[in-house]
């Protein structure tokens, strides 16, 4: 095989890889109110299967690299394949919530296996502008991944299973170990044995796993309670204990030293807000269209399409004028754009009219992240030495997983808040104290599985209330999002060509 048909199937397996892992974040919030109603749980649940994933995901995506260099890419790479593919089907046939989130955990420990070692096939096999153009295509449709889950998630759940949406994972991991078979990589050279940071990545899970508990858990719990406070200081210590014994080790899974780029560290401190609302935002729209307005799963999924195609229609075109022009005005007006258009949702009622009322909204902030993300890849990856981006790649990665997994939690916690707070105001009278706790438990769902046969569910304050829930989780999103924009604005510098 020649060398350019050689490169051109390192491209495809490096984005069937890392496509799945991206897929499968966000194909499952359309499928949550179907495994609510199959599996039992509350909003609680639902931010739990989304962040068990993520969560393992973003804490074991660093340290994929140091074990690539000690049992080969290629193993690794289907190592996390053939773990992806046995996880997926954990999922599919998960008989209960507990053990759903149990396998969307270790699902997200193979896909921390794909994501970064995907990219790393591409910097081993392309150099120059080649491997711009590689990253840029293998950029393009990992974004585009994260969009078009909630579409096929919708389409399998209406038409079939939300079961169907791990099953499915099946078909893509074995096309892509099949064409794994006949990619060579060059081997990369080792001064030294490499080493495997798992105290730093122990420290790294039990931090943001102590503070995600705490954020999803508080709801139900309140503050006060030790078992929702001590698991947030624990993870705070343990993360701040990440960071300082990154600092101190000689082979750190997280290179601080990256973070004396310029760009990159302000590109980061970007991702982290942008992905954060991002991730929260699509979340909400996709459970409040279907728990809320009764939209099927389906009709969830296509809200989100415009995004899609947007992303597909104009990414590489801005990619392109942001290298003539500079990053940092597309990164600065971008995500400034992007929050406008959840902005623009904050009128959304219950009986939500999609084409006057929600439309305009995924159309502005669609416009806003096309104007976003590519440059914003290019960007952090621009600011290194080229045998430095693929760690680069998986830092931004692991940046923005953590980013929705931390957000998810959070935002979810104002919706649970705002809800609890409009059920006191408007149920007073109405429900009783015992009630309105029991009613608590379900934020966003407006004929509560278990409860509605008891007689007393009134859908108006019910209804009101996940509006003002989902009206304060919006408002939280757009700040994100928009804070992102103003840290761009502040602190990208366009390179000395374009100044």
């Given at each position: 095989m020649d060398m350019t048909k050689q490169q051109r199937l390192v491209l495809v397996v490096s984005i069937l890889a890392s496509f799945v892992a991206f897929l499968d974040s966000a194909i499952v919030n359309v499928a949550l109110p179907a495994i609510q109603r199959d599996l039992g749980g509350g909003l609680?649940?639902?931010?739990?299967?989304?962040?068990?994933?993520?969560?393992t995901l973003g804490s074991f995506i660093l340290i994929a690299g140091s074990l690539s260099d000690l049992f080969g890419r290629k193993r690794i790479l289907n190592i996390g394949l053939l773990g992806f593919g046995a996880t997926s089907i954990l999922c599919a046939a998960a008989p209960n919530s507990e053990f759903l989130i149990?396998?969307?955990?270790?699902?997200?420990?193979?896909g921390a296996l794909l994501v970064p070692r995907s990219l790393a096939l591409i910097i081993a096999t392309f150099s120059g502008r080649a491997q711009g153009k590689a990253i840029g295509s293998w950029t393009a449709w990992t974004g585009i991944a994260f969009i078009i889950g909630p579409l096929l998630g919708g389409i399998l759940v209406d038409s079939a299973s939300w079961r169907w949406i791990f099953a499915i994972n099946i078909l893509p991991i074995t096309i892509t170990l099949y064409l794994l078979k006949h990619v060579s990589v060059p081997k990369r050279e080792q001064?030294?044995?490499?080493?495997?940071?798992?105290?730093?990545?122990?420290?790294?899970?039990?931090?943001?796993?102590?503070?995600?508990?705490?954020?999803i858990e508080q709801p139900h719990y309140g503050w006060t309670e030790p078992l929702i406070y001590l698991p947030l200081v624990l993870g705070i210590i343990l993360l701040v204990g990440f960071i300082?014994?990154?600092?101190?080790?000689?082979?750190?899974?997280?290179?601080?030293?990256?973070?004396?780029?310029?760009?990159?560290?302000v590109g980061n401190v970007a991702t982290l807000a942008i992905y954060a609302g991002l991730t929260a935002g699509m979340f909400l729209i996709v459970v409040f269209l279907q728990q809320v307005s009764g939209y099927s799963a389906l009709e969830a999924g296509l809200s989100l399409l415009p995004v899609t195609l947007i992303l597909f229609l104009l990414s590489s075109r801005i990619g392109?004028?942001?290298?003539?022009?500079?990053?940092?005005?597309?990164?600065?007006?971008?995500?400034?754009?992007?929050?406008?258009?959840?902005?623009?949702?904050?009128?959304?009622?219950?009986?939500?009219?999609?084409?006057?009322?929600?439309?305009?909204?995924?159309?502005?902030?669609?416009?806003g992240l096309a104007l976003t993300v590519a440059p914003l890849t290019a960007t952090i990856l621009g600011d290194v030495a080229k045998e430095q981006a693929g760690i680069a790649s998986a830092v931004n990665n692991a940046v923005a997983r953590i980013a929705g997994l931390l957000a998810v939690a959070a935002v979810g916690a104002i919706v649970a808040s705002q809800f609890g707070s409009s059920l006191d105001k408007l149920g007073d009278g109405y429900y009783n104290p015992t009630q309105i706790n029991e009613l608590k438990q379900t934020p966003l769902v407006t004929y509560p599985p278990g409860l509605a046969e008891k007689g007393y569910i009134d859908y108006e304050i019910l209804s009101q209330a996940s509006v003002e829930a989902f009206r304060a989780g919006i408002l939280s999103v757009a700040f994100l999002i928009m804070a992102g924009g103003v840290i761009s604005l502040i602190g990208i510098r366009n390179p000395s060509r374009v100044q």
């Open positions: 609680s649940a639902q931010q739990w299967v989304v962040d068990a994933y993520m969560l149990f396998a969307r955990a270790l699902q997200g420990v193979a001064s030294a044995k490499p080493s495997v940071d798992i105290f730093g990545t122990v420290l790294c899970a039990l931090g943001l796993g102590g503070t995600v508990f705490a954020l300082l014994h990154e600092r101190r080790i000689k082979n750190p899974m997280l290179p601080l030293g990256l973070f004396r780029n310029h760009n990159f560290s392109a004028l942001s290298a003539k022009l500079g990053p940092r005005l597309f990164m600065g007006f971008g995500p400034l754009i992007a929050g406008s258009g959840f902005l623009l949702m904050m009128g959304t009622p219950a009986d939500v009219n999609y084409w006057t009322q929600l439309f305009p909204g995924i159309i502005v902030f669609g416009l």
